[in-house]
C-alpha cells in the first residue's frame, strides 16, 4: 500500500505479476482524505474529494505529515487525530481490496517516506492497526520505486527523485544481480506539489486585490476554489504553454461580483516557483556528498511522483545530472508496486530480489557536557544493533540518564531528543560501572533502546514512538533534569 500524502494506491502480486487495485470508481489512486460533514457523517476518499470545494475546512489535506503530533480536527462530537485520518484511508483501501481479490485481507506492506521520523511511523502502524491490518513491513518510498524500477539489470547506480503533493524524497540506490541496495537517502519534508499550487494562489490573490481592490486572504471558499483551480493549471502547464484561469463570481468587490479572467502562462508560472525549484537541489547534492559518489557515478535517473511531471523539474534534474535522460516511472503505482515485491519477499513468493536501505539519520546518546555520541551512523543498512559500554561521571552517581537523540550536530541539544531513559545503580566509584547501551534499528526503522547495567544486570528499554519522545521533551523542560547525570563514554580517564 502507497499511503501517499495525497494520493493513494494499493498493488497485489498475483502469479508473480503485479497489478495495481482499483477503487470502487475504478481509478487506480484514490484521495488520501476524509471529510466531516455537518449532518455528523464522516466522509472517506472520493466522497470527501467531491465535497472539498464546498468543505473546505473539515476536508483536511495532507493529514499524513501529521502523524505523530497532536493535531486534530473536530465537528461537533467527532473528533479525528491524524492517526484516525489515515486509520479510515487505510480501512478503505483494505475494503476495495477485498471486494477486488475477494478474500479477506489482514496483512500489508506499507510505504512511508524515507525521512518519516521513527514517531511517524510508530503512528502509521497504529493507523493500520486501526483499518484492521498487521504491517508486515514498512519500506521507504524511493527504495520502493527502485523495486518497482527492477533491481533483475547489469550493476548501475540509479538516482530516484520522487516529488508528491507535500514531501520530496531523493536516494541513491545500487541496483544489480536482484539487490537492491540503498546508499543514501535525503529529503525534503515540506516541499511538494502543494507548494506550487499555493504561488499560484498567491500571485491570483494578489492581482484581485490591485485590479478590483477586494482582500481574498480571509475568504475561506474564495481560497478554495484559487487553490483548485491553481492545481488545475499547474497539472495543465506540464502539457501546455498557457492555461487560462477562469473564477466567474470569485467574490463581492465595491464595483459588484468579481470574475477572475487571467492566463498563466508557464514561464511566469516557472518565475513565480523558482526559489521552490532551487530547494529540489539540496537533497540531490546531500546524495551524492554522503554516498561520496560524484555525478559521473550516476548511471539512470528516476523521476516519480505527481509534481515531478513538471518540466522545469525534468529540466532541473537533467541539468543537475550532467544531462542524463530521466526515466518517469510507472505513475501512478510505482510506490505501490514496489512495496508489494517487498510483501512477496516476505511471503516468500518473490526470491530473487533483496532490499538493503538505510537510516536517514543518526542515532547517539548524549554524553560529557552535552556532546553526542554516535551508536549508528546515518546511512548505515538496516536492520542494525550497536552496542557499546559507557560509564558514570561521579562517585555514588544514584542513576545512569540516558538521552536518546537523532540527528547529526555535535551539540546533542540541537539533535530530536527521541527518549530519555533512566536506570537505577548501586553505589560504586566514578568510571567503575559497564552500562551497555544498545540501539536496535528494526526491520521497519523503528528503534528499540536498551540500557543494561552489566554488574548487576538491571535493564531499561524502550521504543520510540510520540509518548517516548514527548515523555523526554517534558523532562528537559523540567527542574528535575538539571539535577539528573548522564554516562561518559568508557573509554575516557579519570
Ligand atoms: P503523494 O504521493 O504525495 O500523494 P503524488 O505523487 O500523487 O503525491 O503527487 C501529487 C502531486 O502531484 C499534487 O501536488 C498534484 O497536483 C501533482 N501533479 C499530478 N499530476 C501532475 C502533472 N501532470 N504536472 C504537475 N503536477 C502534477
Ligand atoms: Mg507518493
Known amino acids: 500500500m502507497d499511503f501517499g500524502t495525497t494520493n493513494s494506491a494499493v498493488a497485489v ?3 508473480g505479476e503485479v497489478s495495481l487495485i482499483p477503487n470502487a470508481q475504478g481509478a487506480h489512486t484514490t484521495p488520501s482524505l476524509v471529510a466531516l460533514t455537518a449532518e455528523g457523517d464522516v466522509l472517506v476518499d472520493t466522497a470527501a474529494e467531491r465535497q472539498a470545494l464546498t468543505n473546505p475546512g473539515y476536508t483536511p489535506r495532507a493529514a499524513k ?23 479510515l484511508v487505510l480501512a478503505r483501501l483494505r475494503q476495495d481490496a477485498e471486494a477486488y481479490l475477494g478474500c479477506p485481507v489482514t496483512d500489508a506492506v506499507l510505504a512511508v517516506p524515507a525521512g518519516f521520523r521513527r514517531d511517524q511511523r510508530a503512528a502509521l502502524v497504529r493507523a493500520a492497526g486501526q483499518a484492521g491490518l498487521n504491517v508486515l513491513r514498512l519500506i521507504n518510498e524511493p527504495s520502493a520505486v527502485a523495486m518497482a524500477y527492477g ?19 531523493v536516494s541513491l540506490i545500487g541496483l544489480g544481480d536482484g539487490v537492491v541496495y540503498v546508499k543514501a537517502t535525503a529529503g525534503d519534508s515540506r516541499l511538494g506539489g502543494d507548494d506550487w499550487d499555493l504561488r499560484i494562489v498567491e500571485h491570483l490573490t494578489e492581482r484581485v486585490r490591485r485590479r478590483h481592490g477586494v482582500d481574498l486572504t480571509g475568504d475561506f471558499a474564495a481560497t478554495q ?12 502547464l506540464s502539457a501546455a504553454h498557457t492555461t487560462p484561469l477562469r473564477l466567474p463570481y470569485l467574490a463581492i468587490g465595491p464595483d459588484g461580483p468579481v470574475h477572475l479572467e487571467e492566463d498563466l502562462t508557464r514561464e511566469e508560472f516557472e518565475t513565480l516557483t523558482r526559489d521552490l525549484l532551487e530547494r529540489c537541489r539540496t537533497p540531490v547534492e546531500r546524495v551524492l556528498a554522503d554516498a ?29 545530472t550532467d544531462g542524463r535522460e530521466p526515466y518517469r516511472g510507472p505513475i501512478p503505482g510505482a510506490v505501490a508496486s514496489g512495496a508489494v515485491f517487498q510483501a512477496g519477499i516476505l511471503t516468500g513468493e518473490v526470491k530473487d530480489m533483496t532490499l538493503l536501505d538505510a537510516t536517514p539519520y543518526s542515532i547517539g546518546i548524549e554524553t560529557n557536557e552535552g556532546t553526542t555520541t554516535k551508536l549508528i551512523e546515518r546511512n548505515t543498512t538496516f536492520p542494525t544493533k550497536r552496542s557499546e559500554i559507557f560509564t558514570t561521571h561521579t562517585d555514588h552517581q544514584p542513576t545512569a540518564v540516558l538521552h536518546v537523540v537523532e540527528g547529526e550536530r555535535e551539540d546533542a541539544a540541537r539533535n530530536r531528543t527521541l527518549a530519555v531513559l533512566e536506570l537505577a545503580l548501586p553505589p560504586a566509584p566514578r568510571g567503575v560501572p559497564q552500562i551497555e547501551v544498545t540501539a536496535d534499528c528494526d526491520a521497519n526503522s523503528i528503534l ?6 552489566l554488574g548487576t544486570g538491571n535493564e531499561t528499554a524502550v521504543t520510540i514512538d510520540q509518548a517516548t ?3 523526554a521533551a517534558a523532562l528537559l523542560r523540567s527542574s528535575r533534569w538539571a539535577g539528573l547525570r548522564g554516562l561518559a563514554p568508557a573509554t575516557q580517564a579519570f
Do not use: Q
Not at 301 to 318: C, E, F, H, S
Open 292 to 320: 561520496e559518489h560524484t555525478l559521473a557515478d550516476i548511471d539512470r535517473v528516476v523521476l516519480t511522483g505527481g509534481a515531478a511531471r513538471m518540466p522545469a523539474v525534468g529540466d532541473l534534474i537533467r541539468r543537475l
Open 13 to 15: 502480486l498475483e502469479g
Open 225 to 236: 476554489r484559487l487553490r483548485e483551480a491553481a492545481e488545475a493549471a499547474k497539472i495543465e
Open 65 to 87: 505529515l501529521k502523524l505523530g503530533t497532536g493535531w486534530r480536527v473536530t465537528r461537533g462530537d467527532i473528533r479525528l487525530t491524524a492517526e484516525d485520518v489515515a486509520g
Open 448 to 453: 528499540h533502546i536498551t540500557v543494561r547495567d
Open 469 to 471: 519522545m514527548e515523555r
Open 151 to 169: 533491481p533483475h539489470r547489469d550493476d548501475c547506480t540509479v538516482l530516484i527523485f520522487d516529488l508528491g503533493g507535500g514531501t520530496l524524497d
